[in-house]
T-cell receptor, first 111, second 115 residues
């Protein structure tokens, strides 16, 4: 049981480039979410999903897209990267007992 | 709207002394409250949660937290700090309805335990 996995661990993009951050979980959790972590701001919710085919916006959704075609996978897409999107991104899934399990994170730098 | 405040950016404690990391919240209705810990270059790990019942909640690694409804607080405590407790601690709140699916985090408090 690998828990929540994220790829890549590190990524450098140029402004305007696109990329997809991958997230997968093997715990059969319906709820998954994406957060970004910035110094002094804690974790801010970007998007979340309560099950396959269902997604919704969090606190800071602009510039990001998500989809949920399977229970296991919840990719986060940056369509046109901006320097303001430089951050550490965490994916999480939540159990039925309300405990969130976080992935190891992706450190993204946009130049 | 729900929100969480962690008033201290950093807490310094000597090893063996008790520690407290403060958290206050704002939410409509009865809150669901959580504490998570983050070690360097790692994701967050669950410590404990309060949903209902006894106001004193015990969690992992000897930590506990007390829910105080009148003061809207959920402070994290440990009777005797260890150097290995040094990490970044996050308080989080979720509303029981409305923002049901949104877990909102505080800015985090860095705990430094000195030998």
């Amino acid at each position: 049981n690998a828990g929540v996995t994220q790829t890549p661990k590190f990524q450098v993009l140029k402004t305007g480039q696109s990329m997809t951050l991958q997230c997968a979980q093997d715990m059969n959790h319906e709820y998954m979410s994406w957060y970004r972590q910035d110094p002094g701001m804690g974790l801010r919710l970007i998007h979340y999903s309560v099950g396959a085919g269902i997604t919704d916006q969090g606190e800071v959704p602009n510039g990001y897209n998500v989809s949920r075609s399977t229970t296991e996978d919840f990719p986060l897409r940056l369509l046109s990267a901006a320097p303001s999107q430089t951050s550490v991104y965490f994916c999480a899934s939540k159990s039925t007992t309300d405990t969130q399990y976080f992935g190891p994170g992706t450190r993204l730098t946009v130049l | 709207a729900q929100s969480v405040a962690q008033p201290e950016d950093q807490v310094n404690v000597a090893e063996g002394n008790p520690l407290t990391v403060k958290c206050t919240y704002s939410v409509s209705g009865n809150p669901y409250l959580f504490w998570y810990v983050q070690y360097p270059n790692r994701g967050l790990q669950f410590l404990l949660k309060y949903i209902t019942g006894d106001n004193l909640v015990k969690g992992s690694y000897g930590f506990e937290a007390e829910f105080n409804k009148s003061q809207t607080s959920f402070h994290l405590k440990k009777p005797s700090a260890l150097v290995s407790d040094s990490a970044l601690y996050f308080c989080a709140v979720r509303a029981p309805s409305g923002g049901y699916n949104k877990l909102i985090f505080g800015a985090g408090t860095r705990l430094a335990v000195h030998p």
